[in-house]
């Protein structure tokens, strides 16, 4: 067995990232591939808290993956790099750190579920990135499994050239063994926990009950070269060599997407995976060119040693007793141990030092680097996720990565005084390692919030800072921004005048407030007549209105969305002031606004449901309930798509609710539609409300 710290050429190497639907067995494939190429001395298991790429204590404590790990197997003098990413879509952005820097995707299916939200979501990801991907029908040993079945809703809802290469001999209880469809020999199980099995001639039983997979395999193969398509249809018998070369081409082109089959727990298959896996996934070197920027445009890197050195950071945690962990994607050149490359996007240098390769939890110390290496590094002064690092002769910049937007939000405030000051780095730290977490202060609110892709996301961040930075926060809904706007028109006048020895202050304005469309915004309208009010004062008239807007007249939120019209008034030719003009603005719109029948406003969220049809009468009788109007509804495959407006206040711990509803198998998205007037019950609660802070 070679060692993994061993320097691996380019084409000796292979990026690999797991993904698909919580559950499906991501976490225990990686674990049981390095168990099987000897990588690691015993077999982890997910809930025993010892797999190998969950480590972390929040990862243990909820026994599901939150963050993206790296392990590597060994197996046919290629160094496989496994990158396992979370399943829950709260961690979508773990995902698409993943992608970036894979060559090859494997999507696990269980064969039980089938393909379910989470693989859509993932593979949609995978499939932006032009991505080869393979699929890994897992859990055949359990009762209910179904190949057959799994593989036409991965054609109906993944990819119609989904093509199995390997196929069970029996399921459930019975799971036997596998055969492969490209040499026709069968891999029947042997026992125990690596895998075992004896390769013999497929039995003519399975040869005749997978004789349509296999036809359908090597027809798909055999229409991408005008050879093998002579040779099949003259029935000579096909080259296996040239067989394997068209059907990696066709991997990498999307024109197959090979399916295998197996047990995550038990490792039956997982031999033969690594065995295809290292044959035909691409290796850095056939893989899509990578294009980078520099001063003048855009150039194509080669992913050989000789080329500029560029690599990605798409990965920055940091624990305490360690420190910042870097891990990054070496796309071109070659580096070294205690090389110093430069990072052009902050103008700054950094020394890696200590370079080394991740193995779950572990580094192993390397003194090199080749192109397509994963590798980590420790202790960067100011480089972070994202961020390119290169020669200090040829600065290039990788694009990043694209981060999903950050959608739902809480409030939060410090536990403590000590936590108080501490809460601003903790927040900050915690966006350093997650770009799809953020934090900001609201001042309309009044409130620290907190975004992120999900409720589990954003609670198991604040369980991060509590561990890792000692801070405590308490959560709260955020206060919900609404508007005041008016549904009438009125006028009325305004009138400032302060006489307290010397020059006062005298101003005098009448104005016609008007709704306008809902987001036109504020409009002031000059109207006046022979200079009853001068014109340099005029604006300041426009400003006293827009500034008391601000706070409304029955709930203290902004005013929006009218026109004020000055159309008369008058001046004192040594007291009138500017400053008197803004207040006596200022004095006619608190007047004149509660004469034009003043209402709120409250935000209303266009939100999209993804959710299996058995449950589709839960979820709409759920929207309905927080006062949700459906927009309407659509079939993609199996799913329904929901759209509906709900408003913003209704939709607390949403995400929670409908996991609930639907055992955790639906999804949702929301986003900012519009404004809308609320009902009067509705309004005479937020004033209520409004009134009872006001007294506190």
Known sequence: MASAASAYETPNIRNVVLFGHGGAGKT????????????????????????????????????????????????????????????????????LAGIRVADAGLCLVDAISGVEVGTEKTWSAAEAARLPRAVFVSMMDRDNANFRRTVDEIREELSPNAMPVHAPIGSGGDFRGIVDLLSMKAYMFKGGDRGAADEVDAPDDVVAEVDDLREALIEAIVAADDDLLEAYFEGEELDPGRVGEVLSDAIRSGDVVP???????????????????????????????????NGSGEVELEPGAAGPTTALVFKTTSEPHVGDLSYFRVFSGRITNGVTLVNPGRSSTERLAHLAIPHGSRRVDVEALNPGDIGVVTKLKDTHTGDTLCDGGAPLTLDGIRWPTPDLSLAVTARTRADEDKIGSGLAKLHEEDPTFSSGYD????????????????????????????????????????????????????RHKKQSGGRGQFGDCYIRLSPQARGSGYEFVDSIKGGV???????????????????????????????????DGSHHSVDSSDIAFQIAGSIAFQKVAREANP????????????????YMGEVMGDLNQRRGRVLGMESRGRRQIVKAHVPQAELYKYSAALRSLTHGKATHTRSLAAYEQVPPHVQERVIAESQRDDDE
């Open 28 to 95: 225990t494939l990686v674990d049981a591939m390095c168990y099987v190429a000897g990588n690691t001395n015993r077999k982890g298991d997910v809930q025993k808290g010892n797999a190998l790429t969950d480590f972390t204590p929040e990862e243990t404590g909820h026994g599901i993956s939150i963050n993206l790990a790296v392990a590597h197997a060994v197996w046919n003098g290629a160094r496989v790099n496994l990158i396992d990413t979370p399943g829950y879509l709260d961690f979508l952005g773990e995902v």
């Open 259 to 293: 399916v295998f089959c197996g047990s995550c727990q038990t490792s039956a298959g997982v031999p033969a995976l690594l065995d295809r896996i290292v044959e035909l996934l691409p290796s850095p070197d056939r893989s899509a060119p990578q294009t980078a920027r």
């Open 443 to 494: 001042p309309e609110r009044g409130q620290t919030i907190i975004r992120g892709l999900g409720e589990i996301h954003l609670n198991i961040s604040l369980e991060k800072m509590t561990r890792k930075y000692g801070v405590n926060v308490d959560t709260h809904q955020p206060n919900i921004a609404y508007r005041e706007t008016i549904t009438r028109t009125a006028e009325g006048q305004g």
């Open 533 to 567: 009010i001068p014109t340099k004062f005029v604006p300041a008239v426009g400003k006293g209105v827009e500034q008391a807007s601000r706070k409304g007249v029955i709930a203290g939120y902004p005013l929006v969305d009218f026109r004020a019209e000055c159309y």
């Open 599 to 614: 209402v709120i406003l409250e935000p209303i969220m266009v939100v999209e449901v993804e959710t299996p049809e058995q």
